[in-house]
Protein backbone atom coordinates (compact mmCIF):
# COMPACT_ATOMS: atom_id res chain seq x y z
CA UNK A 1 0.00 0.00 0.00
CA UNK A 2 1.21 3.05 -0.35
CA UNK A 3 -0.36 6.68 -0.45
CA UNK A 4 -4.80 6.64 -1.24
CA UNK A 5 -4.79 4.22 -3.87
CA UNK A 6 -1.45 3.30 -5.24
CA UNK A 7 0.39 -0.12 -4.74
CA UNK A 8 3.72 0.04 -4.54
CA UNK A 9 4.28 -3.70 -5.37
CA UNK A 10 2.43 -3.49 -8.80
CA UNK A 11 4.44 -0.33 -9.65
CA UNK A 12 7.49 -2.29 -9.11
CA UNK A 13 6.36 -5.18 -10.65
CA UNK A 14 5.74 -3.17 -14.07
CA UNK A 15 8.94 -1.61 -13.56
CA UNK A 16 10.99 -5.11 -13.79
CA UNK A 17 8.64 -6.94 -16.25
CA UNK A 18 6.65 -4.37 -18.06
CA UNK A 19 7.24 -4.16 -21.71
CA UNK A 20 6.66 -1.14 -23.89
CA UNK A 21 5.41 -2.12 -27.05
CA UNK A 22 4.21 0.38 -30.77
CA UNK A 23 1.44 2.04 -30.16
CA UNK A 24 1.15 2.77 -26.48
CA UNK A 25 0.87 -0.45 -25.66
CA UNK A 26 2.28 -2.05 -22.11
CA UNK A 27 2.69 -5.92 -21.90
CA UNK A 28 2.66 -7.26 -18.73
CA UNK A 29 1.90 -11.04 -18.97
CA UNK A 30 4.31 -12.08 -17.30
CA UNK A 31 2.34 -11.74 -13.87
CA UNK A 32 -0.84 -9.66 -15.04
CA UNK A 33 -2.92 -11.27 -17.98
CA UNK A 34 -1.33 -14.28 -19.11
CA UNK A 35 0.91 -16.24 -16.99
CA UNK A 36 -0.59 -14.98 -13.56
CA UNK A 37 1.01 -13.91 -10.01
CA UNK A 38 -1.14 -15.35 -7.62
CA UNK A 39 -0.06 -14.09 -4.95
CA UNK A 40 0.42 -10.51 -6.59
CA UNK A 41 -3.35 -10.81 -7.74
CA UNK A 42 -4.73 -11.88 -3.81
CA UNK A 43 -2.60 -8.86 -2.85
CA UNK A 44 -4.69 -6.79 -5.78
CA UNK A 45 -7.61 -8.20 -4.67
CA UNK A 46 -6.61 -7.19 -0.87
CA UNK A 47 -6.12 -3.47 -1.78
CA UNK A 48 -9.30 -3.20 -3.73
CA UNK A 49 -10.71 -4.69 -0.45
CA UNK A 50 -9.62 -1.40 1.53
CA UNK A 51 -10.42 0.79 -0.92
CA UNK A 52 -13.63 0.00 -1.16
CA UNK A 53 -15.30 -2.19 1.69
CA UNK A 54 -17.44 0.31 2.53
CA UNK A 55 -19.44 0.59 -0.75
CA UNK A 56 -21.90 -2.01 -0.16
CA UNK A 57 -20.50 -3.97 -2.81
CA UNK A 58 -22.50 -7.63 -3.60
CA UNK A 59 -21.22 -8.21 -6.55
CA UNK A 60 -17.69 -7.91 -8.92
CA UNK A 61 -18.00 -7.68 -12.20
CA UNK A 62 -15.57 -7.61 -15.03
CA UNK A 63 -15.28 -8.90 -19.01
CA UNK A 64 -13.33 -11.52 -19.97
CA UNK A 65 -10.34 -13.22 -20.51
CA UNK A 66 -8.04 -10.67 -18.48
CA UNK A 67 -10.51 -9.41 -15.75
CA UNK A 68 -11.36 -13.05 -14.59
CA UNK A 69 -8.58 -13.56 -12.53
CA UNK A 70 -8.55 -10.12 -10.86
CA UNK A 71 -12.12 -10.28 -9.81
CA UNK A 72 -11.96 -13.69 -8.21
CA UNK A 73 -8.88 -13.20 -5.87
CA UNK A 74 -10.68 -9.75 -5.03
CA UNK A 75 -14.28 -11.85 -4.53
CA UNK A 76 -12.05 -13.66 -1.85
CA UNK A 77 -11.61 -10.88 -0.08
CA UNK A 78 -15.33 -9.27 -0.37
CA UNK A 79 -16.81 -12.80 -0.29
CA UNK A 80 -19.03 -12.16 -2.85
CA UNK A 81 -19.59 -13.63 -6.31
CA UNK A 82 -18.42 -12.98 -9.34
CA UNK A 83 -19.64 -12.62 -12.76
CA UNK A 84 -18.03 -11.68 -16.52
CA UNK A 85 -19.45 -10.51 -19.59
CA UNK A 86 -18.76 -12.56 -22.37
CA UNK A 87 -16.91 -11.65 -25.82
CA UNK A 88 -19.91 -13.66 -27.37
CA UNK A 89 -20.41 -14.22 -31.19
CA UNK A 90 -23.79 -15.44 -30.01
CA UNK A 91 -27.07 -13.42 -31.10
CA UNK A 92 -29.48 -11.92 -28.25
CA UNK A 93 -32.36 -14.43 -29.92
CA UNK A 94 -34.41 -15.03 -27.33
CA UNK A 95 -33.84 -11.39 -25.20
CA UNK A 96 -32.17 -13.47 -22.18
CA UNK A 97 -29.01 -11.43 -21.65
CA UNK A 98 -27.76 -7.93 -21.90
CA UNK A 99 -25.43 -6.84 -24.54
CA UNK A 100 -23.10 -3.84 -25.67
CA UNK A 101 -21.08 -2.93 -28.20
CA UNK A 102 -17.19 -1.76 -27.23
CA UNK A 103 -14.30 -0.90 -29.67
CA UNK A 104 -11.64 -2.86 -28.30
CA UNK A 105 -8.01 -0.40 -27.96
CA UNK A 106 -6.02 -3.58 -28.50
CA UNK A 107 -7.23 -5.25 -31.42
CA UNK A 108 -8.61 -2.09 -33.38
CA UNK A 109 -12.24 -3.53 -33.90
CA UNK A 110 -15.65 -3.62 -32.11
CA UNK A 111 -16.83 -6.54 -30.42
CA UNK A 112 -20.41 -7.61 -28.65
CA UNK A 113 -20.19 -8.51 -24.97
CA UNK A 114 -23.31 -10.37 -23.43
CA UNK A 115 -24.02 -10.73 -19.75
CA UNK A 116 -26.87 -13.33 -18.70
CA UNK A 117 -29.91 -11.34 -17.16
CA UNK A 118 -30.02 -14.17 -14.36
CA UNK A 119 -27.03 -13.13 -13.12
CA UNK A 120 -27.44 -8.67 -12.80
CA UNK A 121 -30.34 -7.08 -11.50
CA UNK A 122 -31.91 -3.61 -9.08
CA UNK A 123 -30.50 -5.70 -6.24
CA UNK A 124 -26.66 -5.00 -7.01
CA UNK A 125 -24.55 -3.04 -6.32
CA UNK A 126 -21.06 -3.76 -8.17
CA UNK A 127 -17.66 -3.03 -8.31
CA UNK A 128 -16.39 -3.33 -11.65
CA UNK A 129 -12.68 -4.44 -12.38
CA UNK A 130 -10.38 -4.97 -15.18
CA UNK A 131 -6.40 -5.10 -16.12
CA UNK A 132 -6.25 -2.25 -17.83
CA UNK A 133 -8.42 1.58 -18.32
CA UNK A 134 -7.10 3.59 -21.22
CA UNK A 135 -9.74 4.81 -23.39
CA UNK A 136 -12.08 3.53 -21.26
CA UNK A 137 -14.20 1.43 -23.92
CA UNK A 138 -14.35 -1.31 -22.26
CA UNK A 139 -15.44 0.17 -18.93
CA UNK A 140 -18.06 1.58 -21.24
CA UNK A 141 -19.22 -1.67 -22.11
CA UNK A 142 -19.59 -2.81 -18.53
CA UNK A 143 -21.46 0.17 -17.56
CA UNK A 144 -23.95 0.20 -19.97
CA UNK A 145 -24.67 -3.23 -19.13
CA UNK A 146 -24.85 -2.24 -15.38
CA UNK A 147 -27.66 0.74 -16.39
CA UNK A 148 -29.60 -2.02 -18.28
CA UNK A 149 -29.84 -4.20 -15.15
CA UNK A 150 -31.00 -1.23 -12.82
CA UNK A 151 -27.69 -2.41 -11.38
CA UNK A 152 -26.12 0.25 -8.95
CA UNK A 153 -22.26 1.24 -9.62
CA UNK A 154 -20.16 1.05 -6.30
CA UNK A 155 -17.01 1.60 -8.05
CA UNK A 156 -14.13 0.80 -10.15
CA UNK A 157 -11.11 -1.34 -9.28
CA UNK A 158 -8.42 -0.95 -12.16
CA UNK A 159 -4.40 -2.31 -12.20
CA UNK A 160 -2.88 -0.05 -14.42
CA UNK A 161 -4.79 2.99 -15.87
CA UNK A 162 -2.82 5.02 -18.47
CA UNK A 163 -3.23 8.45 -17.64
CA UNK A 164 -2.30 9.22 -20.76
CA UNK A 165 -5.20 8.30 -22.14
CA UNK A 166 -8.67 10.11 -21.10
CA UNK A 167 -11.24 6.87 -19.62
CA UNK A 168 -9.90 7.25 -16.21
CA UNK A 169 -10.08 11.23 -16.16
CA UNK A 170 -13.59 10.78 -18.08
CA UNK A 171 -15.49 8.34 -14.88
CA UNK A 172 -14.38 10.78 -12.46
CA UNK A 173 -15.75 13.81 -13.50
CA UNK A 174 -19.26 11.48 -13.90
CA UNK A 175 -18.50 11.10 -10.68
CA UNK A 176 -17.36 7.03 -10.44
CA UNK A 177 -15.41 6.28 -7.40
CA UNK A 178 -12.15 5.09 -9.76
CA UNK A 179 -9.19 3.47 -8.00
CA UNK A 180 -6.15 2.76 -9.86
CA UNK A 181 -3.89 1.13 -8.65
CA UNK A 182 -1.25 2.26 -11.12
CA UNK A 183 -0.93 4.57 -13.09
CA UNK A 184 1.63 5.31 -16.02
CA UNK A 185 1.74 8.75 -17.08
CA UNK A 186 4.38 8.54 -19.61
CA UNK A 187 6.14 5.32 -21.33
CA UNK A 188 8.23 5.23 -24.00
CA UNK A 189 11.59 2.75 -24.50
CA UNK A 190 13.12 5.05 -22.11
CA UNK A 191 11.28 3.73 -19.53
CA UNK A 192 8.00 4.44 -17.72
CA UNK A 193 6.34 7.39 -15.18
CA UNK A 194 4.08 7.02 -12.15
CA UNK A 195 1.54 9.36 -10.87
CA UNK A 196 2.07 9.97 -7.66
CA UNK A 197 -1.26 9.55 -5.99
P1 LIG B 1 -9.99 0.76 -23.04
O1 LIG B 1 -11.26 0.08 -23.41
O2 LIG B 1 -10.05 1.46 -21.70
O3 LIG B 1 -9.48 1.67 -24.12
O4 LIG B 1 -8.91 -0.38 -22.91
C1 LIG B 1 -9.01 -1.30 -21.88
C2 LIG B 1 -8.96 -2.70 -22.39
O5 LIG B 1 -8.01 -2.85 -23.45
C3 LIG B 1 -8.54 -3.62 -21.27
O6 LIG B 1 -9.57 -4.56 -21.06
C4 LIG B 1 -7.26 -4.27 -21.74
O7 LIG B 1 -7.49 -5.64 -21.93
C5 LIG B 1 -6.92 -3.63 -23.07
N1 LIG B 1 -5.75 -2.74 -23.00
C6 LIG B 1 -5.74 -1.39 -23.16
N2 LIG B 1 -4.50 -0.91 -23.11
C7 LIG B 1 -3.68 -1.96 -22.90
C8 LIG B 1 -2.26 -2.08 -22.73
O8 LIG B 1 -1.47 -1.13 -22.79
N3 LIG B 1 -1.80 -3.33 -22.49
C9 LIG B 1 -2.61 -4.41 -22.43
N4 LIG B 1 -2.03 -5.59 -22.17
N5 LIG B 1 -3.96 -4.34 -22.58
C10 LIG B 1 -4.49 -3.12 -22.81
Known sequence: ??????????????LQEGQVRPGHVLKVDCFLNHQLDVELLDKIGEEFYRIFQNDGINKILTIEASGIAIACLAARHFKVPVVFAKKAKSKNIDGEVFTSTVHS????????????KKFLGPQDKVLIVDDFLANGKAMRGLLDVCQQAGAQV???GICIEKGFQPGGAQLREEGYKVASLAIVDSMSDDGLTFRAQ
Open 1 to 14: MKGLFGMKLLEERI
Open 105 to 116: YTYGKDYDITLS
Open 154 to 156: GGI
